[in-house]
């Protein structure tokens, strides 16, 4: 008789994730399917990445260009990658180049990175990238992100003047301090909201990405279709040179 195969540990936070965001989804009257959560691997090896892939799942999140192109064609090419962190315009081509099973780029945040995806999509004559705008909703200086009261006019840029990019939706990453997360989601769906209006788009066709671990089930309770998740699934990070290459 065969041993039973032993779950590691980032599997079985995983489910438990995966659990949760079900639950929270039906609580806002959705299906779990409704609701994408993708497993963020920063600063974690690959060998962590491959567990949950052997697990099942498929939809996984870099923030750093550069460990993103090491990473990528180490594991399987039907992952569905995202980049969900902060994009320099020079470090386009090389992510694309490099990772041909790129799905999404979160962190959308001005009209130059959008030209310059836009173009690195065409002269690779790769499929049309999904694309979501970057909403600085708390106002940070620190943080990424366009300011709220210019979402339309990043958002219609992205639509109507880079064909090469599929306009997907919102993501904003909130703040740290959990209690004034009700009112950044609050802001990113007001601005879907008027961004649908403005566009003459249903609502349901753009996604909002908005939670993480600490706050991921709120953000599903009030809408959230995309949600990521690092520390909860794979551990505390680790940062052995913190002038890591974005």
């Known amino acids: 008789m065969a041993a039973p195969v032993v779950e590691g540990v980032a599997a079985t936070a995983l489910r438990s994730v995966l659990r949760r965001a079900q639950q929270a989804a039906e609580r806002s009257g959705r299906r779990a399917e409704e609701v994408r959560v993708v497993a963020v691997g920063k600063t974690k090896p690959v060998s962590l990445v491959r567990q949950l892939y052997d697990a099942g799942h498929r939809c996984f999140g870099e923030n750093y260009v550069q460990e ?4 990528a064609p180490l594991l ?41 995806l ?28 366009i300011d709220p009261s210019r979402c339309i006019e990043l958002a219609k840029h992205v639509k109507l003047a880079c064909p090469n990019l599929v306009f997907s939706g919102l993501m904003t990453i909130g703040m740290p301090n959990y ?11 007001n601005c879907r909201a008027n961004i649908c209006k403005a566009l003459g788009i249903p609502q349901e066709q753009c996604e909002l990405s908005m939670g ?20 909860t699934i794979f551990g505390p990070r680790e940062y052995p040179n913190r002038k890591q290459s974005q």
């Not at 209690?179 to 769906?189: A, G, V």
């Not at 993480?212 to 520390?231: H, K, L, P, Y």
């Open 68 to 71: 993103f192109v090491d990473k």
């Open 76 to 116: 399987p090419a039907d992952i569905e990658w995202h980049f969900i962190g902060h994009l320099q315009s020079n470090k386009v081509k090389s992510l694309l180049a490099s990772v041909p099973n790129l799905d999404m780029v979160e962190s959308v945040d001005n009209e130059k990175v959008a030209n310059y």
């Open 118 to 145: 836009d173009r690195a999509v065409a002269s690779l004559g790769r499929k049309p990238l999904k694309v979501l705008v970057q909403v600085n909703t708390s106002g940070e200086e620190s943080k990424s992100g």
């Open 179 to 189: 209690s004034s997360t009700p009112e950044n989601f609050s802001t990113l769906s």
């Open 212 to 231: 993480m671990s600490g706050d991921f089930e709120q953000a599903i309770e009030m809408g959230s279709t995309n949600v990521r998740i690092g520390s």
